[in-house]
């Protein structure tokens, strides 16, 4: 199966079971066990950061999103005013998306990979959110030189997996143990009893760098922002980034009970205090470039 046919596969199963691409509408959604997108509020807490992070940085009228997926960060800056064109390569992504935006005259969709898009058109505004992993980033990044206008602005939201460490994966482990989860406390002491902290620490250091049996696709890239920045500072001046997420990602959606919303911004808070005083490694990135 390609990537294409697995984010065709994924996006169709997602909204089988309820899923709703629209920041303003979104339900719960019990088919997500672990994922922040199963409970609205673990969405506020989480992502919607990063989101408002991108749409106050946008520049000029005409947006482009590379990777936009069924379109939920597209039709936001649509709203805005701005002319949007989402692309993807997943053409059933496309699909919802252009259902769940019809509305907007000014936003546009078509399904097509970065490196076969053509255009006359030059953007005031790049985004790649959550897409440049999946890329050659230098070629990536190459063409979207070619596809600004002068002075535009590029804006990054992408994961680091890369600096995800085993101290990163203890950490993630401890929490997982000691906060109310998916997982039964029953069944939190039979792993215990049966596999070594070791053993259970370097399964999820491959859980979050998607390696072993959690390998989604060889396009997936496991970066540093040391990466992105050197090929950046060719042709772009950053302007402004933040590096955060050292474990929250893949706990925030397993949090159960009746004070889960709760123990979510708790955790929110905990790792932003890991980050900024350097106890952990941050594993994602926003960021934003003017080129010169």
Same mark, same amino acid.
């Given at each position: 199966?390609?990537?294409?046919?697995?984010?065709?596969?994924?996006?169709?199963?997602?909204?089988?079971?309820?899923?709703?691409?629209?920041?303003?509408?979104?339900?719960?959604?019990?088919?997500?066990?672990?994922?922040?997108?199963?409970?609205?509020?673990?969405?506020?807490?989480?992502?919607?950061?990063?989101?408002?992070?991108?749409?106050?940085?946008?520049?000029?009228?005409?947006?482009?999103?590379?990777?936009?997926?069924?379109?939920?960060?597209?039709?936001?800056?649509?709203?805005?005013?701005? +002319?949007?064109?989402?692309?993807?390569?997943?053409?059933?992504?496309?699909?919802?998306?252009?259902?769940?935006?019809?509305?907007?005259?000014?936003?546009?969709?078509?399904?097509?990979?970065?490196?076969?898009?053509?255009?006359?058109?030059?953007?005031?505004?790049?985004?790649?959110?959550?897409?440049?992993?999946?890329?050659?980033?230098?070629?990536?990044?190459?063409?979207?030189?070619?596809?600004?206008?002068?002075?535009?602005?590029?804006?990054?939201?992408?994961?680091?997996?890369?600096?995800?460490?085993?101290?990163?994966?203890?950490?993630?482990?401890?929490?997982? &143990?000691?906060?109310?989860?998916?997982?039964?406390?029953?069944?939190?002491?039979?792993?215990?009893?049966?596999?070594?902290?070791?053993?259970?620490?370097?399964?999820?250091?491959?859980?979050?760098?998607?390696?072993?049996?959690?390998?989604?696709?060889? +396009?997936?890239? +496991?970066?540093?922002?040391?990466?992105?920045?050197?090929?950046?500072?060719?042709?772009? +001046?950053?302007?402004?980034?933040?590096?955060?997420?050292?474990?929250?990602?893949?706990?925030?959606?397993?949090?159960?009970?009746?004070?889960?919303?709760?123990?979510?911004?708790?955790?929110?808070?905990?790792?932003?205090? &890991?980050?900024?005083?350097?106890?952990?490694?941050?594993?994602?990135?926003? &960021?934003?470039?003017?080129?010169?």
């Amino acid at each position: 199966m390609t990537e294409e046919e697995d984010f065709d596969r994924q996006i169709l199963e997602r909204i089988q079971h309820g899923y709703i691409p629209d920041i303003r509408n979104l339900k719960r959604v019990d088919y997500f066990y672990n994922n922040m997108w199963r409970e609205p509020r673990f969405f506020e807490i989480y992502f919607l950061p990063k989101i408002k992070y991108v749409l106050s940085h946008i520049e000029g009228i005409n947006v482009l999103e590379v990777g936009c997926g069924p379109g939920y960060l597209s039709l936001e800056i649509a709203r805005m005013g701005k +002319n949007v064109l989402g692309i993807d390569y997943s053409c059933e992504s496309i699909k919802v998306a252009k259902k769940y935006g019809e509305k907007y005259p000014n936003l546009k969709y078509e399904c097509v990979d970065y490196f076969k898009f053509k255009t006359r058109q030059k953007f005031d505004t790049i985004i790649f959110f959550r897409s440049l992993h999946h890329m050659d980033i230098d070629a990536a990044i190459k063409k979207t030189i070619d596809l600004l206008v002068d002075q535009g602005t590029l804006i990054i939201c992408e994961p680091i997996r890369a600096e995800f460490t085993y101290e990163n994966a203890l950490f993630a482990l401890l929490l997982r &143990l000691a906060l109310q989860t998916n997982i039964t406390y029953k069944d939190k002491i039979k792993l215990l009893d049966e596999h070594s902290l070791v053993d259970l620490q370097k399964n999820i250091y491959e859980e979050y760098k998607y390696l072993g049996n959690f390998k989604q696709s060889d +396009n997936d890239k +496991n970066i540093t922002f040391d990466d992105i920045y050197r090929i950046l500072r060719k042709n772009f +001046n950053i302007q402004d980034f933040i590096l955060e997420d050292s474990v929250i990602e893949k706990i925030i959606g397993s949090l159960r009970g009746s004070y889960r919303f709760e123990a979510a911004e708790m955790l929110k808070k905990i790792d932003e205090k &890991l980050v900024r005083e350097n106890f952990l490694k941050p594993t994602s990135v926003s &960021l934003v470039a003017k080129k010169r």
